[in-house]
């Protein structure tokens, strides 16, 4: 298997007030192309921090993180900004759009600005439309952001994180705002997008959500406190199995 | 709890909030300085003019036409409680010559007077009173000295008939009534005994003397009456009112910045409207929040009305302490040739802060009336309450052959069209200003005046010699001046220039219209036919008999088109039918203008008005430029030529003041888009932090966002651009036309204006100050980090 990414002994401090704040403590993760995982731990354990500092929205206190074998540290702003273009992919609790632009607008407008795929405008909007198609939302292409409801919003997030084809996709609690239904229409469409071979790593709070990924990072204070292959138990296909067994380890992790 | 939060917010907006402050501050200086000079002016020309003992009428002879039977009839006058006479002689400019290389003596009229008579006060340079002048040395009038490039210590030549004496400048004199800017009369004051020596020459009395008689009375018109025609002797009069008006140019820079103080009180309202609303959007959370728990609306608003109270009064009272030093500044620079006496009147300024006060709570407290259409659930549902009255993504980028950045520029643009508007007006009146101070200034020295001196249009303007002139002044003066500018035109076309050269000369007569009469001065041009003078009404008049008007002079006699009035000439009196209405500056907008053909004996001139010279050719810009080089090489005998833009700029003398005041104001005006420009887009980004925040998540480069904020500005800088075009004509007839209407203007002037300027460098200048200060306000959301999308900090 090829690592997609890889943090080694990841720092994080904020200073806030004079005062310092040790988020991440040398974390050392790697996450193989073709995963799915969860980070999960109590609130202010530092799961948003790791999702955001791995994939370089946030820059680290020390430590190294390779991404698909480039150490994102010595990328500049730009060089960040090009690799979150084009083998990137974020979806937000919140579900954070361009209030100004259509539906179907907020999900091309990555692809209008990327060179990755080199094709027309025509081709990208069409692109976007299958995307939307796909996901169940193409009658919502041209409302406003707020003429639909929050799961078509969150499936739209996901085409627009989907539309430049990246290598993986960074999710911070993707149903946090959504109902049970919305929450499983959109973890369906995540699963799909990783068994097509799109790398995920999300962050949840949701055992039902976590229960769907290959992989559980259980985090504490900074650290990863320990890990949980559901893959291996072949004899756990079923979703409510996965999830028994899963909440039985998070149990002894102290959840 | 008002204080704390108030702290907090002053804190936390601080660029905004320094940027109202600095608005609120220009606004009190511009405001009260302005006001302030205009009631200075006002008051203190009154006070100039007691201090100087002037008189209640003056009125000018010339010995030749008069023969000392106007002292008689003022002595025996009921209405003429006093009246004091100042021996004079009339000089013309090539009389007088200069050791200093570099003077240049101008035309215009000039006196020569000893000391032993003055009737006036005239003063020095230290406002002390001039008493007596030395022997061998002259005072003459301060700014006509500096017009003509002379300084104290310089040595002048008067030469009259032959009879020559120099003389050193000892010093400058402020002659209250004949010295403003619009009279342009240099006064020269010398010894007795010099002033005597040039009466050894008899015939030099009857040709050149004259006398100027300061008359004290209650009562103008009557004393006209019992003036009766020894009245019309008068080469030159006026009341108190015209002296007044004549210090109109020390106003106009004064006004001008009037005008443009309310505009900038317009952009300062504009400014705060637009952060007083921003801020309620902003914080439409906390508003609500404080309606959860039951405060009240009105405390609501109180707590952004102390906010903003606060900043007014900051900002009044800057702007106050700095009105002084700037009014006292702009003062000097627009009133030169008015004393100031007194104190300032400070209360005028402080009145004025208040009063800037007052309307900005005023208005805050109008602008926070939001505040009540917030409730707690704008707070809980995010701002979001579900209602929606129009599609806010108006353009599509699917749709759409733009390239991103224009997209979401352009897209921004139509889909908050309130925002954007508020924008577009505050930069529109911004280059309005700069505009309308340049179309100002350029039309103060452009050849398109002309009609409004009652002149015809014409290339170039010939400074006849003052000598010459008289000799128009004769019986046979009509047949004289014919063939001189019968020569004048001979001399030029032998030089290869085809010209027609034209002569108006002023003739002062009784106008009579049923009871109703008036002196009024009347004119007659030789070289061209009266139908080339602009009029406002009527056809020009076709044959003798008939005259026109100005619609003042009409109105003060009671007349109007088709009426038929009479003058009284040396002649006798006579008919004339009025046929058309004219407008002009000279003379507070009185005068009437007689058919070419009229006879009219030419020894009642009192004066002429500079010669104009019209290319017959149609010649370019250029090549009328080099031909008034050439001509003055050759044209010597006849004066100095200039070019028609010249002599109006010289005519009206405050547009190098407005010039300099354009220059300032652009500077000013740069200065104010950019503060905008900073407020306006650090709005922007507090606003936008989210989405700038999403962008960069999503892989927008720093560049792509600086674009898109930029393109922003400069689309509607762009839109301003058109905007001002459309707007500036509009604007000077709302600014400016009042100040040309104060001069007897009835039909607004037609503005010229520098097409390179008004329309290449100016919006360039906003259009380019609006984007680089975009440009550098953006690089603020180099801060702005993609995690700041998910709150993180």
Known sequence: MRTVLEAKNLCKTYIVNKRQNNVLKNVNLTVEAGEMVAVMGPSGSGKSTLLYTVSGMDRMTAGE????????????????AELRLNEMGFIFQQMYMLKNLTVLDNIILPACQSKKLSESRKE??????????????????????????????????????????????????????????????????????????????????????????????YIVDGNIKGEYNLDRMKQASELRDRERCLNNWLMEMGW | MYLRILKKDLKRKRTMNVILLLFITLATMFVASSVNNIISVTTALDNYLE?????????????????????????????VEGYRTEQVIFMANTMVSSDNEEAEILGGTMLLQGDADMALNYFLADNSVLKDVAPGEVYMTGHMMEKQKLSVGDRVTITIEGVSKEFRIAGTINDAVLGSNAMSITRYIVDEGDYSFFFEKEELSSMYGGKILYIETTDIDAMLTELGEAGGSFMFSM????????????????GILLAVSVLFIVISFVVLR?????????????????????????????????????????????????????????????????????????????LCSVAVVAVILLFSYGCTRKVTGYTPVDAIRNGQTGERFRKKSLMSLAKSKLGTTGFLATNDIVSSPKRYGIVTLTFTLCLCIALVLSATATTLKSDKLLPAFDMVECHAMVAINGGDVMTFMTEDGRTVLRNYLAEMEETLSEHGI????????????????????????????????????????????????????????????????????????MEGEREYLITALYQTMNNRGSGVRFHEEEEINYI?????????????????KNEVKERVEKINTFFGEYGEVVLAEQWVKEAVSVADTINAIKGLMTGLTIVLVALVTVLLERSFIAKETKEIALMKAIGLKNGKIYGY?????????????????????????????????????????????????????????????????????????????????????
């Not at chain 2, 036409?65 to 002292?71: F, K, L, R, V």
């Not at chain 2, 902003?282 to 039951?294: H, T, Y």
């Not at chain 2, 008049?541 to 008939?546: D, H, I, S, V």
């Open chain 2, 498 to 569: 085809p010209a027609t050269c034209v002569q108006d000369l002023m003739i002062p007569l009784t106008v009579r219209n049923g009871e109703k009469e008036s002196q009024i001065p009347c004119f007659q041009a030789t070289g061209v036919k009266i139908d080339q003078f602009a009029r406002i009404e009527g056809t020009a008049p076709e044959a003798p008999g008939e005259i026109a008007m100005t619609r003042t002079a009409a109105e003060s006699i009671g007349a109007d088109i088709g009426d038929t009035v009479v003058i009284v000439s």
């Open chain 1, 65 to 80: 993180v390779l991404f698909d074998g480039k150490n994102i540290e010595k990328l500049n702003d730009k060089e960040l």
């Open chain 2, 239 to 254: 009341d108190r009112a015209y002296m007044r008006f004549c210090y109109i140019f020390d106003m106009i820079v004064t």
């Open chain 2, 604 to 620: 009642q001139v009192s004066g002429g008005m500079s010669g104009q010279i019209i290319f017959t050719d149609n010649p370019g």
């Open chain 1, 124 to 217: 990208t909007v069409a692109r976007g439309q299958e995307l939307m198609r796909k996901l169940g939302i193409i009658e919502v292409a041209d409302n406003d952001i707020n003429e639909v409801s929050g799961g078509q919003l969150q499936r739209a997030c996901i085409c627009r994180s989907m539309i430049n084809k990246p290598e993986m996709i960074f999710a911070d609690e993707p149903t946090g705002a959504l109902n049970r239904t919305s929450s499983d229409e959109v973890m369906e469409e995540l699963t799909k997008l990783n068994a097509e071979g799109t790398t995920v790593m999300l962050v949840t709070h949701d055992v039902k959500v976590a229960a769907r990924c290959s992989r559980v990072l």
């Open chain 2, 709 to 793: 904020h930029v393109a922003r500005f400069a689309l509607v800088g762009v839109v301003v651009v058109l905007f001002a075009q459309l707007l500036l004509r509009p604007f000077l007839r709302l600014c400016v036309d009042p100040i040309f209407k104060m001069m007897g203007m009835e039909v607004a002037v037609d503005y010229a204006v520098n097409p390179v300027e008004v329309y290449v460098v100016l919006p360039l200048v906003v259009l380019g100050t609006t984007m680089v200060t975009a440009f550098l306000t953006v690089l603020y959301t180099k801060k702005i980090k993609a995690a700041h999308v998910a709150g993180l900090e």
């Open chain 2, 274 to 350: 637009f952060t007083i609303t921003f801020t309620l959007t902003e914080e439409f959370r906390e508003i609500g929040v404080m309606k959860a728990i039951g405060i009240k609306n009105r405390k609501i608003r109180g707590l952004y009305l102390v906010k903003y109270a606060l900043l007014a009064v900051i900002g009044a009272v800057i702007g106050l302490v700095f009105s002084y030093p700037f009014g006292t500044m702009l003062m000097k620079v627009s009133s030169k040739s008015v004393i100031l006496t007194g104190e300032n009147a400070y209360g005028v300024n402080i």
């Open chain 2, 51 to 79: 201090m100087a003992n002037a008189p209640d009428y003056l009125g000018t002879t010339m010995n030749k036409a008069e023969n000392g039977e106007i002292e008689t009839v003022l002595d025996g006058a009921d209405s």
